[in-house]
């Protein structure tokens, strides 16, 4: 999607939706994120199109959030295209995933930063982790916005694979989170596949070390299917997305279950030892 048809579509949205800019590319393009209020008022961030070829998420959120017509459970706040220079880019560069400065933005987040191999150590198109942890100015933008909403769970848009990733150090939320892959996994008929060992720095990676929410990597998009995904088959990347406000739904009351029982179960336990100091006494 280019930079002028995202324009149109943004001046679309603002009908129905508040839009805001979280902060600006290399080459000083706006980051737009679409605020859909929900009835409840936790928040969830999707974010599409860190990888600059994997535009048609773009596309996907935008036509996910024209035709929904109903006010839905959670709030949502969708960075529509978190690297907007590396799409630009892929108009004469079509398999381009990086930024302008040449760094792989979902290598450049502070979850351990470069300790995975397999990375490059100079720009490219793909894979080079930056000169430090959160150097460009896209995933600064990101974490600060992030930082801000305080999401209770995030869902970064990729393609392809018809995939699911949510481990990176889960530890005591690892179950939860796993719970909450397998939700997506249904609603979107997806496979879920463990990451721990194969990468590190990404956007949900640093979500869940650093917030300690459930965070997903969707990849949308048949395997067999080339790079770029063409905007042709948006229709049935979109039939698998039918439930997604439902599943959003569901994902974040089972969030909100499992607080409120940790709460109460908090809450026992303190009137137990309490009781217990009581008749010490
Ligand atoms: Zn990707």
Known sequence: MTAEKLETYIKQL?????????????AGQPIYVVKVQGRCSKAVVVQAAIHAREHITTS?????????????????????????????????????????????LNNNFNAHWGKRGGYQHVPCTQGYIGTCAESEPETQALVRFT?????????????????????????MY?????????????????????????????????CVQTLHIPSLTIEVGSDQWQHPLSEGYLPQIKRRHKHIFLCLKQAVQFLEGNTHDKRRKMDEARTCRSKKSAKKR
């Open 14 to 26: 603002q009908r129905t939706y508040e839009v805001y800019c979280i902060g600006f590319s290399h």
């Open 147 to 171: 930082k801000k909403v305080q999401p209770v769970l995030t869902l970064s848009y990729h393609a392809k694979g018809e995939e699911i990733y949510f481990d990176f150090f889960n530890g």
């Open 174 to 206: 690892y179950n939860r989170d796993k719970h909450i892959a397998r939700m997506f996994a249904a609603s979107l008929q997806y496979r879920i596949v463990p990451t721990q060992n194969v990468s590190s720095g990404g956007y949900k990676d640093w």
């Open 60 to 104: 996907l959120w935008v036509s996910l959030l024209l035709s929904l017509h109903v006010k839905p459970y959670v709030t949502l706040w969708v960075v529509l295209q978190s690297n907007p220079d590396g799409v630009c880019l892929t108009k004469t560069l079509p398999l381009y995933k990086a930024n302008i400065k040449g760094v792989d």
